[in-house]
C-alpha cells in the first residue's frame, strides 16, 4: 500500500521540530511579554486555532489573565472583542478570507497592538498587514506546502509559541532538542500509538469518540476534534471530565455499541479519572493519554501523540486524511467574499460619543438616547464648523506618525497635507515627548523652505524652535529630574518592566516599557514610587509606550503659548490634535485648548477633546481624515467641514 499523504507529512515533523527549535523567537517573546499585564485574544481556523487555543491556555497559565481562544467569525460579528485586548492572529499560509477580514475587522476595532503569526510572507493575509499600521507580522516560513490537515504548519507554530512562554518563564523543563525526545507518560510517542491498537480497532468499529480532557490540555482535544472532523474520520464529542459527568454518560448507558472514550489526562486529575474508568460500562472501550503535566513540553508531546493518533485511525479505516477528495461546494464555500454577504456590525451610539463614554468609564450601561453627550457633540461640532482657523499644533508620536517604535517619518499623504498647510499661509506646529530625532525625519519627507516655518516643541514644550532651527539644550542638571531617574532605576532592579530611561535635563525623564505593555498600569508604579520619595506627580504623564516625568513648568501647551506670543494670534484662531486626551495621557494640555480633536482618546471634558473620526479610524488614519477636512485659502486660514468628503471614506 503507497504511502498516505498524511503519514508523509508526520514523517516531516522531526524536521519541522528542529526548525521551530532553532528559529530566532526574539521578537514574538516581545510581543507576548509586551501583552503579560492583559488578556489576550487568539484568533485561527483548523490547525490555526489549535495554535490560538495553545497560546492562550499559555497565557492564562503563565499571567493569570484569562484569554479567549476565537474563530475568524466571530471577531467578523463582534469585532469589538478587539478592543481592549491585543489580538494575535494565525493562519499558516494566510489564503483563508476569514482570517484577512478578521484582520481588518480587529484593526478597525482594536485600541490595542494587533499581531500576525504565519508561515508565508507572501499571501493576502501579508498584503493586508502592509496597508495596516500597528501590525505586527512574526512570519516563519514553512518550506515544503502542508497538506490538508496543516500538521507540519501547526507543530513549528505551537512549538515557537511553546518556546516563547517557556523561554519567558525561565523554566527548567524547557522543550526537549528533538521530537524523539517527547513523553506521553513514561512511553515515547511511537510507543503510546503501538498500545493503543486495540483501542484503536474497536474505535474506529464503533465510530464516534467522545474525548474527555483535563481543562489543561484543552488546546490538545480541541486539534484532535478538528482533525477527526475535518478528515471525516470519526464523529467526536468534547468534554471536561466534570462536563460529561454532566449526562454526556448517558451515551455510554444507552449506546454502548457507538462510542468510546479517550482521556487526556494530567497529574492534577489523575486520581478523578481513575475513579470515574472505575464506574463505566466495561464493554465501553476506555484509552488514556497520560501527560506528565501541562507545560509547554507536555503539550506539545500531546499534539504531536493525537497527530499520530489518527494516522492510526485513518489508516485502520483506509482513508489518508492529509489529501482527502474535497468537493467543489466545498471550496466555494471556504472562498465566499465575505464582506459582501457579512455586514459590519451597526453601532449603538455615534463613535464620537462613545469615544466620551469610554474615557469617562460609562462603557455600559448608560443612558444613550438623548442625553446630554449628543447635545454635546453637536454643540462643540456646530462651533468647530463656524471658527475660522489660523494655526494648527499636532501631537507627534500617534498623530503623525504611527508609532514610537517606528523611526519612518511621516507617509507621504501625511506630509502632503503639512506642505499644503504651511504653502497655504497656515502656522504649523508640532509638540512631542522627543528630541531632534524629530527634525531628522522630518527632513526625509519636507523641504527646507517647509521645515523652516514649521514650529516644534520638543521634549514635551521644553525645547521650542523651527524644525531647521539646531538644536541646543542648556547645560546643567535638574536635582528632581536626578532624583526620579534614581527612582527608575530602583524599579527596574526590581523588576518592573522597564525597557530604557532617559533623563534630558533639564526638561524631562522619559520612562519607555515594553513594546505592548499597558502604560496606564505601570504610571501607578512609577506615581506611587515618586509619592513615596515625597515628590510630585503633577508632572508625571503617559504615552501609549512611556511615561514621561516632566520639570515644572514644562508642557505642550508652551508651544501654543509661544506661537500666540510670536504671531500675535488669538487662542480661539488655534486648532490641536493629539491622541492621548484624558488626563494623564500626556496630551492632555493639547486637547484641553478650546478647540481641539483627539484621533484615539478623547478628553474628558465635553466642550472640547472629541474623536469625531469614524470609530475605525485612529492615530494616523484618523489625522489623515480629519486633515483631508481642512479647507484652506490663500489667506493664510483655514475651516474645518467634517461633512466634506464624507461620502466617499464612510
Known amino acids: 500500500m503507497p504511502t498516505s499523504r498524511y503519514q508523509t507529512e508526520?514523517?516531516?515533523?522531526a524536521a519541522t521540530y528542529a526548525a521551530a527549535m532553532a528559529a530566532d523567537v526574539t521578537p514574538l517573546k516581545e510581543a507576548i511579554a509586551g501583552a503579560s499585564e492583559s488578556s489576550i485574544i487568539g484568533v485561527g481556523s483548523g490547525g490555526s486555532f489549535t495554535v490560538a487555543?495553545?497560546?492562550c491556555s499559555l497565557h492564562e497559565t503563565y499571567t493569570g489573565r484569562v484569554s479567549r481562544p476565537s474563530t475568524p467569525l466571530e471577531i467578523i460579528c463582534n469585532p469589538t472583542l478587539a478592543s481592549s485586548s491585543p489580538v494575535f492572529l494565525i493562519s499558516a499560509e494566510g489564503n483563508n478570507p476569514d482570517i484577512t477580514e478578521a484582520l481588518e475587522r480587529a484593526r478597525h476595532h482594536s485600541a490595542r497592538q494587533v499581531h500576525v503569526l504565519t508561515n508565508r510572507s507572501a499571501s493576502p493575509l501579508m498584503d493586508a498587514v502592509l496597508q495596516l499600521f500597528d501590525v505586527s507580522p512574526h512570519t516563519f516560513e514553512l518550506q515544503e506546502k502542508d497538506g490538508y490537515l496543516a500538521t507540519n504548519s501547526l507543530l513549528?507554530?505551537?512549538?515557537?509559541?511553546?518556546?516563547?512562554?517557556?523561554e519567558l518563564d525561565g523554566s527548567t523543563d524547557a522543550?526537549?532538542?528533538?521530537?524523539?525526545?517527547?513523553?506521553?507518560?513514561?512511553?515515547t510517542i511511537s510507543e503510546w500509538v503501538q498500545?493503543?491498537?486495540h483501542f484503536v480497532?474497536?474505535?474506529t468499529q464503533r465510530g464516534a469518540v467522545v474525548v474527555t480532557y483535563s481543562p489543561l490540555l484543552h488546546p490538545i482535544a480541541a486539534d484532535l476534534e478538528s482533525k477527526l472532523s475535518e478528515g471525516a474520520l470519526l464523529h467526536c464529542q468534547l468534554a471536561d471530565l466534570r462536563s460529561f459527568a454532566h449526562g454526556r454518560h448517558l451515551w455510554l448507558a444507552e449506546r454502548p455499541g457507538d462510542i468510546a472514550i479517550l482521556?487526556?489526562?494530567?497529574?492534577?486529575?489523575g486520581g478523578l479519572w481513575t475513579k470515574m474508568s472505575a464506574l463505566f460500562p466495561k464493554d465501553v472501550p476506555m484509552y488514556a493519554m497520560p501527560l506528565q503535566g501541562a507545560s509547554p513540553r507536555d503539550l506539545i508531546a500531546g499534539l504531536v501523540g493525537q497527530m499520530h493518533l489518527v494516522q492510526a485511525i485513518a489508516e485502520k479505516l483506509g482513508k489518508d486524511p492529509g489529501r482527502p477528495d474535497v468537493p467543489q461546494f466545498g471550496r466555494d464555500i471556504y472562498y465566499i467574499d465575505l464582506p459582501k454577504v457579512i455586514p459590519p456590525p451597526g453601532e449603538r451610539v455615534s463613535a464620537a460619543e462613545q469615544s466620551k463614554y469610554d474615557a469617562l468609564g460609562a462603557r455600559w450601561p448608560s443612558q444613550r438616547r438623548l442625553s446630554g453627550m449628543a447635545r454635546a457633540r453637536n454643540s462643540f461640532v456646530d462651533s468647530l464648523e463656524q471658527q475660522d482657523f489660523r494655526a494648527v499644533v499636532f501631537d507627534y508620536d500617534g498623530t503623525l506618525t504611527a508609532s514610537q517604535r517606528k523611526t519612518a517619518p511621516p507617509s507621504t499623504p501625511l506630509a502632503d497635507h503639512l506642505k499644503r498647510l504651511v504653502e497655504a499661509g497656515v502656522l504649523v506646529g508640532i509638540a512631542s515627548g522627543r528630541g531632534d530625532s524629530i527634525q531628522e525625519e522630518l527632513a526625509k519627507v519636507l523641504s527646507a523652505e517647509i521645515l523652516e516655518k514649521l514650529y516644534l516643541g520638543l521634549y514635551n514644550g521644553g525645547w521650542i524652535g523651527t524644525a531647521a532651527t539646531a538644536m541646543s539644550i542648556p547645560a546643567g542638571t535638574v536635582e528632581f529630574l536626578s532624583h526620579v531617574t534614581r527612582i527608575a532605576r530602583k524599579l527596574k532592579s526590581l523588576g518592573v518592566p522597564i525597557e530604557r530611561i532617559k533623563p534630558t535635563h533639564p526638561y524631562q525623564v522619559s520612562i519607555r516599557f515594553r513594546d505592548g505593555l499597558p502604560t496606564d498600569q505601570m504610571w501607578f508604579v512609577v506615581a506611587d514610587a515618586l509619592r513615596q520619595a515625597g515628590l510630585t506627580t503633577g508632572t508625571l504623564y503617559r504615552s501609549k509606550h512611556s511615561v514621561d516625568v516632566l520639570t515644572p513648568g514644562v508642557s505642550k501647551s508652551g508651544l501654543i503659548a509661544h506661537m500666540i506670543q510670536q504671531e500675535k494670534i488669538d487662542p480661539h484662531q488655534i486648532l490641536t490634535m493629539g491622541d492621548q486626551g484624558a488626563w494623564p495621557g500626556n496630551d492632555v494640555s493639547l486637547l484641553e485648548h478650546r478647540f481641539s480633536l483627539s484621533v484615539d482618546m478623547p478628553s474628558r471634558r465635553l466642550d472640547r477633546g472629541w474623536k469625531l473620526a469614524p470609530g475605525h479610524k485612529r492615530d494616523v488614519d484618523a489625522t489623515i481624515w480629519y486633515l483631508d477636512r481642512f479647507l484652506t485659502d490663500d489667506t493664510g486660514w483655514f475651516k474645518v467641514k467634517l461633512s466634506h468628503k464624507q461620502a466617499t471614506d464612510e
Open 10 to 13: 508526520l514523517d516531516q515533523l
Open 195 to 197: 498500545s493503543a491498537a
Open 263 to 269: 482521556a487526556l489526562i494530567e497529574p492534577s486529575l
Open 175 to 187: 522543550l526537549p532538542a528533538s521530537l524523539d525526545e517527547l513523553r506521553l507518560g513514561n512511553q
Open 201 to 203: 480497532e474497536a474505535l
Open 53 to 55: 487555543s495553545l497560546l
Open 156 to 166: 513549528l507554530d505551537a512549538v515557537l509559541v511553546a518556546r516563547a512562554y517557556s
